[in-house]
Every structure is written in C-alpha cells, then in structure tokens.
T-cell receptor, first 114, second 112 residues
Framework: EAQVTQNPRYLITVTGKKLTVTCSQN?????MSWYRQDPGLGLRQIYY???????DKGDVPEGYKVSRKEKRNFPLILESPSPNQTSLYFC?????????????FGPGTRLTVT | AQKITQTQPGMFVQEKEAVTLDCTYD???????LFWYKQPSSGEMIFLIY??????QNATEGRYSLNFQKARKSANLVISASQLGDSAMYFC?????????FGTGTKLQVIP
C-alpha cells in the first residue's frame, strides 16, 4: 500500500527547542516536499527535494532545514522553533511515471510552539 | 509572487449534479502545469488531477476533469455526478513537479 508517514502527528513544544519531524515514503518516489498550512490558507511550500542530496527552497523556507540522505526519508528540522511556526505540516512524495502523475501526502503534523 | 485566484470561497451543489470550480493564475512561466487537490473536513490532503503545460487534451480522472485554458491562465475543475463525499475544500495549484503554489481554496458542499 502506497504510504507517506509522518511523526509525530501532534507536538507541543517551547520556543527555541530544536525538533525534527520525520517523513518517510514507500513508493521509491524521487520528489518529496514539505508544506505548511495555516488557517484560511492553502498549503505553502517550505522545501522540496528532487532526489537524494538535492533539495531547494520553496516559498517559505525561513526557520527550517531539510535533508535527503536516503530516497525514502525527508526530515524537516526546526533548529530554533518560534511561535509563528505553529502550523499544520504536510509531507508529500510524488513522481511522474508512465505518463501518469501520482502524489501522496502524509497525514499531517500539528505543531504548536509556545 | 505568483497569484492564484479561486473566486468562489464557498459553493453548493445538488447531489448527482455537475459542478465547476474556478481557478485563474498569473504566472508567465509557460512550463507550468496545474494540480487540483481535495481536503475533506478530516484534514488529509488528496491529490486529484494534474495536467501538464504541453498536454494537448484536457485531463480526466474518473469524475474529475480539468478545463485548462492556458491562454486565459485558467484551469477549472469539473466534478460530474456529485456525491456527498465530495464535500470538501478544493485547492488549485499551478506549478511544476517540484514547486507548486496553492490557491486559498473553494469550499464545496454537496446537498442531498
């Protein structure tokens, strides 16, 4: 079964305490992305990766880091979280295969920074 | 920054009827395709349909079809034979495989 997993699903933390949200996919997709969703808004892209060791900034990269050391994993790192990073985070993986495009999202991680 | 306009913040449709959700965008990048996503009230994000910039025919995926008019920078989603489970937020997102920008969404409610 195609799956994107994220952990944790819910996290409450304090300002400045480093955290990592993990993302893993089992479809051998090349592309992976991180998004955040704030109330009343669509998703905004934080970072994306086109393959192992290839990452680039999305629209709102400030305050975030990513790495892609293995194809299946794409962790999101908040070195020093701040309250304005309180949000719902989605990881996604995708690929264009055999003329068809497929994309799957993780279930989301709800982060609260106090 | 690219601007995406989904002019219908909320819409109602009768069950079994067809509905069109509008989306316009202002990118000048000719390589941009168009994605549509669904987000039910449960919160998950679901990819629905994609059409590449150079695809000649409008994309279809089951009851979903795209009315992609590049010259007008418009890519409307048509849902045929609406079902109660279609009630959700719908987001359009122009972009490439890696980088997309989401609109603010249209909330669709299907009435029995």
């Amino acid at each position: 079964e195609a799956q994107v997993t994220q952990n944790p699903r819910y996290l409450i933390t304090v300002t400045g305490k480093k955290l990592t949200v993990t993302c893993s996919q089992n479809m051998n997709h090349e592309y992976m992305s991180w998004y955040r969703q704030d109330p009343g808004l669509g998703l905004r892209q934080i970072y994306y990766s086109m393959n192992v060791e290839v990452t680039d900034k999305g629209d709102v990269p400030e305050g975030y880091k990513v790495s892609r050391k293995e194809k299946r994993n794409f962790p999101l790192i908040l070195e020093s979280p701040s309250p304005n990073q309180t949000s719902l985070y989605f990881c996604a993986s995708s690929e264009h295969r055999d003329g068809n495009y497929e994309q799957y999202f993780g279930p989301g991680t709800r982060l609260t920074v106090t | 920054a690219q601007k995406i306009t989904q002019t219908q913040p909320g819409m109602f449709v009768q069950e079994k009827e067809a509905v069109t959700l509008d989306c316009t965008y202002d990118t000048s990048d000719p390589s941009y395709g168009l994605f549509w996503y669904k987000q039910p009230s449960s919160g998950e994000m679901i990819f629905l349909i994609y059409q590449g910039s150079y695809d000649q025919q409008n994309a279809t995926e089951g009851r979903y079809s795209l009315n992609f008019q590049k010259a007008r920078k418009s890519a409307n989603l048509v849902i045929s034979a609406s079902q109660l489970g279609d009630s959700a937020m719908y987001f359009c997102a122009p972009g490439g495989y890696q980088k997309v920008t989401f609109g603010t969404g249209t909330k669709l409610q299907v009435i029995p």
